[in-house]
């Protein structure tokens, strides 16, 4: 469900989160998006760090310059400015990928479970070239960036193309990094060599996180990802893999990135023209929200 | 400069941590224990930085030395103080007293054995440890390979470069943190908790047992997360049906949502909380029943796996208060020569 009004949550002494709702919603991480910006255009005394994600923004905050209830009410007065949102920056990014790679089932079998990309393909009534199809259709919106470094949560843009599967019960201890994986619907990449439950469906040849910063792309972040991010990927052979690969390795490779702005407005009109409805609701729920 | 003869158990370059790296998943990493970090970094006439997560600057790096085993030979005469763990630190030999500063001579060994009491020694340099800064801080991030000495935990053969040393610092040997302040760290801790933003989600008597338990670390315990074994606590029901597609069928599973940069208790399933330490993801998806204040970081730091801990519920505001009695001891009045 999406609040009435968002809730601070208090994170002890040092943080707050404010929370939009406690569902996957696209249109909520806009409103999300958009006070982020409003926040570095204009950041309230003592705030520190913002960490934006699906439903909610983190805040860091200095209690010694700042107190708790001041700095509530300066967040408040920028949501009350926000307004409709209409056009967010969003990058329109390329990500080529090997789909159903070796690597993937290789650590799938090293673990004792079955072939990952076959286990998505039942899961979702598809046949794994199915899955690749899907996964390649439209553009994957990115929610937030997190986790471990350079790691980012995105979710699919069109709701018919909409796929996932379960994360493992029992996560790995690890995964090799650059490999794609699903989290439930949300779809993202280890940038490291990482333990995690993601189901292994494709590897890709570009780094999405480069502590060297060696590559042009990662001058002013060892990071590539970014919140509003629109990633779309791109099925490579194994050849092709290899010759990007080298590329990558080489600090050579040129990240197909295009600066772009993103209609918040028609992309909430062409959801409702399919039916989408604008929030979760359970009638039959009795959690309360605080 | 300083040379590694024996890495021991898990040793790392670490100052007060990063800053700015919650929106691009990197932790703040830093000292566990930044209390007795920056009391040894004010004992050696080191800046010792500012508090955890909300610093103005990380201060000196120093070495956090957890639990056993780490052996060190001088490369020049260096003023150095230990504080936090009582890891039994000798010189050549002979016994060292803790939070004082003293000269480790050219060739003088110092050595650590087992953990008597704490966890986490830390060793401060005058000068301190001179790697290159990476992204504002000298902190190591060991599962990122990033920051600190190669990005890694220290190894035999490893030489460690030392900041330029003032021209007083032999003056500043036997300056000691005043007695009255030197923490000791006993078999059963108290960590001092605000109220989490999901502690609404579980059931009123699991929330009550969370306050009422001996809780045991686990050994499986690391600076990402300090794992609590205990009783099984239960959510209340009532869950939002759309919630299992959301975020998992298990009641514990939340759409994922940013941590507080350290602190937070999450309870995956309703076993074992994990406070989630100085190296934790930025984000998680699991109920949190509380977040630890910030000074008590440093006492999560200290405790020993199978010792046991009890979570004292506190205000936001006592918190505060806590944040600002802490900062007023480190100062140089908290040290006596």
């Known amino acids: 469900m999406i609040y009435q009004k968002p809730i601070f949550r208090t994170m002890a002494d040092t943080a707050l989160n404010i929370e939009f709702g406690d569902e996957t919603n696209i249109p909520l991480n806009f409103k999300i998006l958009a006070l982020d910006s409003a926040i570095a255009a204009n950041p309230p005394s003592g705030l520190l760090e913002t960490n934006p994600q699906v439903r909610t923004l983190g805040i860091v905050y200095n209690p010694l310059v700042t107190t708790r209830p001041n700095l509530i009410s300066a967040l408040s007065d920028l949501i009350e400015s926000l307004g409709k949102i209409v056009k967010l920056p969003s990058r329109k990014v390329i990500i080529p990928a090997l789909y159903d790679d070796p690597w993937s089932r290789e650590c799938a079998a090293a673990f004792g479970v079955r072939d990952n990309m076959e286990y998505i393909a039942e899961f979702n009534h598809m046949t794994p070239a199915q899955v690749i199809e899907a996964h390649t259709a439209c553009d994957y919106w990115v929610t937030g960036v997190g986790f471990v470094p350079g790691a980012f949560m995105s979710y699919a843009m069109d709701p018919r193309r909409r796929i996932g599967a379960p994360l493992y019960r029992t996560p790995r201890s690890w995964t090799p990094a650059r490999l794609l994986n699903f989290g439930g619907t949300t779809s993202t990449i280890y940038p490291i060599r990482v333990p995690g439950g993601g189901q292994l469906f494709g590897r890709t040849p570009i780094n999405i996180f480069e502590p060297e910063q060696r590559n042009a792309i990662f001058k002013d972040s060892p990071v590539f990802a970014k919140a509003g991010d629109r990633h779309r990927y791109v099925s490579i052979s194994r050849d092709e893999y290899n010759d990007i690969r080298a590329e990558v390795e080489a600090g050579t490779y040129e990240y197909q990135v295009s600066e772009d702005l993103l209609d918040c407005a028609e992309y909430i009109a062409w959801l409702e023209s399919l039916g989408e409805p604008a929030e979760k609701r359970d009638p039959g729920s009795s959690w309360l929200t605080e | 400069m300083l040379e590694i003869i024996k890495g021991g158990l898990h040793t790392t370059v670490q100052d007060m941590g990063r800053q700015g790296g919650q929106c691009l998943g990197i932790p703040p990493s830093g000292a566990q224990d930044g209390f007795a970090l920056r009391i040894a970094n004010l004992l050696v006439g080191n800046p ?8 103005d600057d990380p201060g000196a790096a120093g070495l956090e030395i957890t639990m056993a085993g780490l052996k060190v030979r001088a490369g020049s005469d260096l003023l150095v103080a230990t504080t936090g763990a009582d890891l039994g630190a000798t010189v050549d030999g002979t016994p060292i007293p803790r939070w004082q500063a003293f000269m480790l001579r050219r060739g003088q060994q110092l050595a650590f054995g087992m953990a008597a009491s704490g966890a986490r020694a830390y060793l401060a340099i005058h000068g301190g440890i001179d790697v290159p800064p990476y992204l504002g801080s000298r902190a190591t991030h060991v599962r990122g390979r990033f920051g600190g000495f190669k990005g890694r935990a220290l190894l035999a053969g490893d030489i460690l470069p030392i900041g330029r040393a003032g021209s007083a610092s032999e003056t500043l040997a036997g300056r000691r943190l005043r007695p009255e302040l030197v923490p000791s760290y006993g078999r059963e801790h108290q960590v001092r908790v605000v109220r989490g933003p999901e502690a609404h989600l579980f059931k009123a008597e699991s929330e009550t047992a969370f306050y ?126």
């Open chain 2, 212 to 337: 009422a338990t001996a809780w045991k670390l686990n050994p499986r315990s690391d600076r990402t997360g300090m794992r609590f074994i205990g009783p099984e606590l239960g959510f209340r029901p009532g869950r939002p049906s759309y919630l299992n597609e959301e975020a998992g069928a298990d009641p514990s599973n939340i759409v994922i949502d940013p941590g507080a940069p350290v602190g937070t208790i999450q309870v995956p399933s309703g076993v074992e909380p994990i406070v989630l330490g100085v190296d934790a993801p930025s984000v998680g998806g699991y109920a949190r029943i509380g977040v630890v204040i910030s000074t008590d970081m440093s006492i999560i730091g200290q405790i020993q796996p199978l010792q046991h801990a009890f979570f004292v519920q506190i205000s936001h505001d006592d918190a505060v208060t806590a944040l600002k009695r802490q900062e007023a001891l480190i100062s140089q009045s908290s040290l006596v020569s």
């Open chain 2, 48 to 55: 010792p930085g500012g508090p955890l997560i909300i610093r």
